[in-house]
Each structure stands twice: as structure tokens, then as C-alpha cells.
């Protein structure tokens, strides 16, 4: 039996730089992490912490990663570097001949540079997790509203604001054939001028901006085809849908950015966004705002039951009778990975009654889905047969409520003829979900929802909190307008 000889390391002593480097370290790593801890407990230390250390390299990151090449390397430069020193230091304990008190000097400096360069990176980690905590949008920059009670009449004032708005303003834009407005500066640009302009008011959201965007892929892991844009705090990425009205890639990017400023929570960030279309000196900006709080808040009042039909009918005639894209599903052409990841999906139509001269295409729209795909057809919420929803349609005598669903089975063979139909029939229909909400999950109170102030951000702040999702910008819309 032959031993191997093994060579003996000698245990590296390590120097008072080093015992000096991970003292520091140490207390520089769980000072950040208590400050965490208690940023739960009081949101306002992330605001401190994120507006005097993190707000601007994280917007020095953002900038660089946006910038394609130059981002990647970036990526790759810290992760070689450490590879680097790994390889010297293995080189200079194994095979280096040169004297011990040199080595354990040079092995020291380097194990300090790594600890450094761990301590930098993790800290980091933790310092934009501070995002996750911030105080809520409404306490910082409205807090004498944030406490206020709202009515339905106070809804109800702001859409009669801004429905006089949309019809004004969506009359002045050239547009293409698809019914896109026409707009030839870079949207990019436009949205980053216009959220500059609002870090006067709202500083959180001073600072560079990223120079540019990926379109999200078949491939991204976040899009489930509900998705419109996508930012990743951690790899400083921003991504955004495909083929978007005008109207609303300008909303989708400032939004995005928003998110790149440490506004994580989703009505925060649709709020910057809003508004900072709103204030702006550019009248795409205005009209998009005012198609945005529009939407928002006669959602809301249709949630609540207080909706009048004659805002619903005319709003819908713009993309029925006028063809005008801000104002029709602009999802179908996002939602590939939405069929492609689910077995059902399920497509929903405007009320009946706004179709008038468009009914007939409804009807070959009817015709060619129960004819090419396996379907189930539901008139309101009873299942109905393709026959009698087709004689329905052609008695023409609708209620005021009256809808029709349609659901899918996407047949993995069908995916891609199905997702080309949407696309290009996209003025047909509504809007595209992947299944029916059971009623237990719905909000028990829409008026409680909507109207009420804003609870503590706690642990669940920003994911599986209906309580800062994107609908709630209707109460920041109210406090914004009341100011």
C-alpha cells in the first residue's frame, strides 16, 4: 500500500490589519442588519437609510445595467475579481517559495480585501432591502390627508374631472392605422424629464435614471402573461411588454422607474407614476394621467355598484366606433405566456349593449372560437350553448349588464394560433385572465377598500397585501387632489 504524502498547511496567523478588517466589518454588517430589524418597527429609518446611503448607488446601478454590454460586464467584474484573488491566494499558500513572513503578510492583505469585498456586497443586499420597509407614500408627502375620510361623491367629482379631460384631449392626437397615437421623441426620455421635474416635490425619486429597457421574453420567469412591466431591485433590471399603446408604454416605463427609485409597494409606485404625468408640461403626459385616474376610479365606482352606464358606454365607444387604442385591450398582445402556462383561459367581452353596429363582429368572433377551440360559453355567469348566445345576439335585446365569457381550453398544439387570434382581434374583447376568482377571496367591503386610509406597512407590505396593490392608488389619488 502506497501513503500519499499529504503536504502540511501551516495555519496562517493573522496580523492586526486583519483582526482590524473583520472587527469593522462585523460592526459596520450588524449595525445595518438591527437598523433593518428595527425599520419594521419604524418605517422612517429606511427613509433616512435609503435617502443618505442607497438612493444613489442604487441609481448609479440601475444606470449602468440598463446601459447592454457595459451592465453585463459590470455583473461579471466583481464575481472575477474574487475569482481572481482566490487563485493567487491558493497559488502563494500552496506553491509560493518565497519566505512565510512575507507570505502570511500578503495571504492576510488578501483575506482582507475578500472580507471587504464580502462585507460590501452582502451589506448591500441588506440596504436595499430597506425598500421593503419605507413609510408609506401617503405619510411622507400628504400626511395631513392621510388620515382623512372619503365618500363615493368624492369619487365621483374626481371622474367627472378627468372623463371631461379624456374626451378633450383624446381628440388631438394624430394617429396610425391600428388607432396608436403617433408620437416620434423617445418615450424614455419623456418619462424620465417628466419624473425629474416631480423629484422637487417627491425627493425619493431624485437622482440618474436608467438609460433603457429589455422587452420580457418567453423565457422571464415573472411573466405569467399578466405582467406589464417587471423591475428586479436585486440585478437592477427593468423589462416591459411588447407591442404597448403609446399611452400606455410611457405609464408602464415611468411606473418601472418608480420602482427603480425604492417605491416597491405597487400603488406607490402607480401614484409617482401618475402623477408625475400629470404635472407634466407635455400634453401626451396629461392625457395619460388622465386616462389612468380615469380608468382607476370609474373602476372603482362599477366595484361599488355607483357606475353610470353613459360613462362605461361612451369611454367604450372610443375603442368600438373610434378605434382608438388607449382605449381597447391592450393585454392581448401580451399574453402568450398567460395561455402557454395555464390550462384554461378565459376571455371577456365589454357589456352588449355598447357593441351596437359591432355586433356582428362579435358574433364571427363567437363563431370561429366555438368552432376552432375547445370552449365553454357563459352569458353573464350561466353556461349557455353557442346556438342560443348566437340567437341572443341576434334578438339585439340586451340588459344593461349583460356580458359574455368565454373559456378556453389551451391545447398545447393551439397555443400559438390562439395567442395570433387575440392579437389581432384584440378590439373584440375586453380583457384576458387565466381563471374565475372563487368568492371567498373577493374584498368583503369595495367602499371600505377603495375610501379607507392606509394601514401600517408591516412584514407583508408589499407582496399578498391587497392593501397596497395597484387599485388602492385611488385613495392617494383622493389625498393628491384634496391637498
Known amino acids: 500500500m502506497i501513503k500519499k504524502n499529504k503536504k502540511k498547511i501551516k495555519k496562517v496567523p493573522m496580523n492586526d490589519f486583519l483582526k482590524t478588517t473583520i472587527v469593522v466589518c462585523l460592526i459596520i454588517f450588524v449595525s445595518i442588519f438591527v437598523l433593518f430589524a428595527l425599520s419594521f418597527l419604524y418605517p422612517i429609518i429606511s427613509y433616512y437609510v435609503w435617502n443618505c446611503f442607497v438612493a444613489k448607488i442604487n441609481s448609479v ?7 447592454g454590454i457595459l451592465g453585463t460586464i459590470a455583473f461579471i467584474l466583481p464575481l472575477l475579481c474574487c475569482m481572481i484573488i482566490s487563485i493567487i491566494h491558493d497559488n502563494i499558500l500552496f506553491k509560493s517559495k518565497i519566505s512565510n513572513v512575507k507570505k502570511f503578510v500578503v495571504l492576510n492583505r488578501l483575506r482582507s480585501v475578500m472580507i471587504i469585498v464580502y462585507t460590501i456586497f452582502f451589506s448591500f443586499i441588506i440596504l436595499v432591502s430597506f425598500s421593503t420597509t419605507m ?3 401617503s405619510d411622507l408627502y400628504m400626511a395631513k390627508n392621510s388620515k382623512k375620510e372619503y365618500k363615493i361623491s368624492d369619487l365621483e367629482a374626481l371622474r367627472d374631472i378627468y372623463y371631461d379631460k379624456i374626451n378633450e384631449y383624446s381628440n388631438k392626437f394624430e394617429r396610425d392605422d391600428n388607432g396608436d397615437i403617433i ?22 425619486i431624485s437622482g440618474i435614471y436608467p438609460r433603457g429597457y429589455r422587452y420580457m421574453g418567453e423565457l422571464d420567469i415573472m411573466n405569467d402573461g399578466t405582467y406589464l412591466g417587471l423591475t428586479n431591485p436585486m440585478f437592477h433590471t427593468i423589462s416591459i411588454a411588447k407591442d404597448l399603446p403609446t399611452t400606455k408604454k410611457l405609464l408602464v416605463i415611468t411606473h418601472e422607474f418608480c420602482h427603480s427609485k425604492g417605491l416597491l409597494r405597487e400603488a406607490d409606485a402607480e401614484f409617482c407614476s401618475t402623477i408625475a404625468l400629470l404635472e407634466s408640461d407635455d400634453e401626451l403626459s396629461n392625457y395619460t394621467a388622465y386616462l389612468n385616474i380615469f380608468n382607476y376610479v370609474n373602476s372603482a365606482l362599477i366595484d361599488m355598484e355607483h ?7 361612451n369611454v367604450v365607444d372610443k375603442c ?5 387604442m388607449e382605449f381597447c385591450n391592450y393585454t392581448a398582445s401580451n399574453i402568450y405566456n398567460l395561455i402557454k402556462r395555464n390550462d384554461n383561459i378565459y376571455i371577456e367581452t365589454y357589456y352588449l349593449k355598447n357593441y351596437e353596429e359591432k355586433i356582428n363582429d362579435l358574433k364571427i368572433n363567437l363563431f370561429h372560437l366555438n368552432n376552432n377551440y375547445d370552449v365553454n360559453i357563459y352569458l353573464n355567469e350561466d353556461e349557455i350553448s353557442f346556438e342560443k348566445i348566437n340567437s341572443y ?8 349588464k349583460d356580458y359574455i365569457t368565454v373559456k378556453i381550453l389551451t391545447k398545447k398544439e393551439d397555443i400559438l394560433k390562439l395567442y395570433e387570434y387575440l392579437r389581432k382581434n384584440s378590439k373584440i374583447f375586453e380583457y384576458e385572465y387565466a381563471e374565475i376568482v372563487d368568492e371567498e377571496d373577493e374584498i368583503e367591503s369595495y367602499e371600505e377598500y377603495y375610501l379607507s386610509p392606509f394601514k401600517k406597512p408591516g412584514l407583508n407590505s408589499i407582496i399578498g397585501n391587497d392593501d397596497f396593490d395597484y387599485d388602492r392608488v385611488v385613495r392617494l389619488l383622493l389625498e393628491y387632489n384634496d391637498m
Open 61 to 67: 446601478l440601475f444606470y449602468i445595467f440598463s446601459k
Open 135 to 137: 413609510p408609506l407614500i
Open 183 to 204: 408620437y416620434d421623441k423617445p418615450i424614455l426620455d419623456l418619462s424620465i424629464v417628466n419624473l425629474k421635474k416631480l423629484s422637487n416635490k417627491m425627493n425619493i
Open 307 to 313: 357606475r353610470n352606464s353613459e360613462y362605461n358606454k
Open 320 to 324: 368600438l366606433k373610434d378605434g382608438y
Open 393 to 400: 345576439l341576434e334578438d339585439g335585446i340586451f340588459s344593461d
